[in-house]
């Protein structure tokens, strides 16, 4: 009887469900994936916390991550809270209400320049990065908190009179990424950095990605951003997804495989998404 009864608990417990682990992004247009076909993918897969606006749920790049995740077989249960033109002092004040729960991940996403009105000065994403970590950390002393560091803007550094003018392209990036990196230091329960602009750098170094498309795209490159030389194109959207699937993960990007779901799905060739995913092993290698 004894051991009917062991085999049945043993059984019982094999046909329970597995939880999946809860991710949280936080952002804004950077995040949604704005002026792309990132922003209206798969946002069933997803729960956006501010629901739907204009009868519209976004998916952006938390969708991209879900996807990835799916076909890493990895059970991610993934909300977003995002707006656009916002840094992580917004979503402080104005909508800790609906973040203030237990989460296994959090993905921190603050505006493009640091500060909007001060670009380059990380003293806001540094206090509220902090305040973030003691909210969630008290929530659940486990969780796992990542930030993204986002990426150049070509709008603030070709025209003149801009805050990166005359500067290379690269230089907002390690500059958006210094900041982050102070963020880390001054709130010790941040788990790691997602070096988004980094491997944008990167992508452009190795002659994937063309550093100023405004003069014309050289043979075989991307263009990383959108339309406006400010948000990413599906290319910068889909390279963002991969740094963030790989750093919260630890999965290695190029496991993927080029003929990978969601860069099929954003119209990228097998060719390069396969280029993508290297650029983000090498930078989350280094």
Do not use: C
Not at 105 to 115: A, E, F, G, P, R
Not at 134 to 161: C, Q
Not at 259 to 272: C, I, K, M
């Amino acid at each position: 009887m004894k051991t009917l009864i062991a085999a049945v608990a043993a059984l019982s417990l094999a046909a329970a469900p597995a939880w999946a682990r809860t991710i949280l992004f936080v952002g804004n247009s950077f995040t949604f994936g704005a002026n792309s076909a990132a922003k209206v993918y798969r946002p069933e897969t997803v729960t956006d916390l501010n629901g739907p606006i204009d009868g519209r749920t976004i998916g952006g790049v938390p969708a991209l991550f879900k996807a990835m995740a799916d076909e890493a077989g990895l059970d991610y249960q993934v909300s977003l809270e995002t707006v656009g033109g916002k840094g992580l002092d917004f979503h402080y004040t104005q909508k800790l209400p609906l973040l203030d729960k237990a989460w296994d991940d959090v993905v921190l996403q603050s505006y493009s320049t640091l500060d909007a009105a001060h670009p380059g000065d990380p003293a806001i994403v540094v206090k509220y990065t902090r305040l973030f970590a003691d909210a969630f950390t008290a929530r659940n002393p486990k969780v796992k908190i990542w930030l993204t560091a986002t990426w150049s803007r070509p709008d603030l550094t070709y025209p003149p009179g801009r805050p990166w003018s005359g500067k290379p392209i690269q230089q907002m990036a390690l500059d958006v990424e210094a900041g982050y990196e102070a963020a880390a230091k001054g709130a010790p329960a941040v788990t790691g950095i997602a070096p988004v602009g980094l491997a944008f750098n990167r992508a452009i170094a190795a002659g994937l990605a063309d550093p100023n498309p405004a003069d014309g795209l050289g043979p075989g490159q991307v263009d990383l951003w959108s339309f406006d030389d400010y948000h990413a194109s599906s290319y910068g959207y889909y390279l963002a997804a991969l740094m963030v699937f790989g750093k919260v993960t630890g999965r290695d990007p190029l496991s993927l495989g080029d003929h990978e779901r969601a860069a099929l799905d954003l119209g990228l060739s097998p060719a390069q998404a396969k280029a993508l995913q290297q650029i983000a092993h090498d930078q989350l290698a280094q």
